[in-house]
């Protein structure tokens, strides 16, 4: 077979990266000489590449994340904004996605929770996991229009299958008891089974007065904060 049929070869069975390194290994006539398992070594290493990009990439289609951009190795700490470098440089190895856990970002306007947020999205994604971000007021306009729709059960599902939920920009507003309920729901589906990031301008004690009932606040709040990495940010707006 000659090099132009074995590289059509490969694109036929949609082994584009082994064909990339075909062609590039094939170019170069010193290479004809050497062991043909390091050929192959090359290609496999190239389409393993293509394909982990790949996955990054659909992953982060569907996380559609605030920021898709936003990465922990990027993140400023130069701007003094109470950020723990050794904290988010752990949080970056996903372990707290693997026991389930949930991270709390609070601090006023601008300060960049939600960049924080995307960053841990983004690594998320990287390492493979089904990320969902939404802020707060899109979820609960998204859940209405499920309950209106008669298609509640399929958003609820998608929701609580996601290895991680972000929750962005929560509060002030006052929920009202069909979002509470809702909000429940999915905060107890996911309990010790998946990992949630929420970030909000109020701190954590504050939640209790946007939830408005306390028996719910109690139930919703008990599994949001358990074991639950905090990151109370501050410091000027980021925007500036």
Request: glycine share 4%; hydrophobic share 40%.
């Amino acid at each position: 077979m000659s090099l132009t049929a074995t590289h059509d070869a490969l694109r036929a069975l949609k082994l584009d990266g082994m064909a990339e390194m075909f062609s590039e290994l094939a170019e170069n006539e010193a290479n004809r000489q050497a062991d043909p398992v390091e050929w192959i070594r090359l290609m496999a290493e190239q389409e393993q590449q293509n394909r982990g990009e790949r996955r990054l990439q659909s992953r982060l289609r569907a996380a559609k994340l605030r920021d898709d951009t936003a990465r922990v190795d990027l993140i400023d700490y130069a701007t003094k904004r109470n950020l723990d470098q050794a904290q988010l440089n752990s949080l970056a190895q996903g372990q707290w996605i693997a026991e389930h856990r949930t991270v709390l970002i609070t601090g006023p306007c601008g300060v960049g929770k939600s960049y924080i947020a995307c960053a841990l999205g983004h690594e998320a994604c990287r390492q493979d996991k089904a990320v969902l971000y939404f802020r707060m007021p899109q979820l609960l306009a998204e859940l209405d229009n499920a309950h209106k729709a008669e298609q509640f059960d399929r958003v609820f599902n998608k929701i609580v299958r996601a290895d991680v939920l972000i929750l962005d920009d929560w509060g002030p507003d006052i929920m009202t008891p069909a979002q509470r309920r809702d909000l429940m729901e999915i905060v107890d589906a996911r309990y010790e089974r998946k990992a949630t990031v929420v970030t909000s301008q109020l701190p954590v004690d504050k939640w209790y007065d946007m939830i408005a009932d306390p028996t719910l606040a109690d139930a919703i709040l008990d599994r949001l904060v358990h074991r639950a990495h905090r990151i109370a940010m501050d410091g000027p707006s980021m925007r500036k």
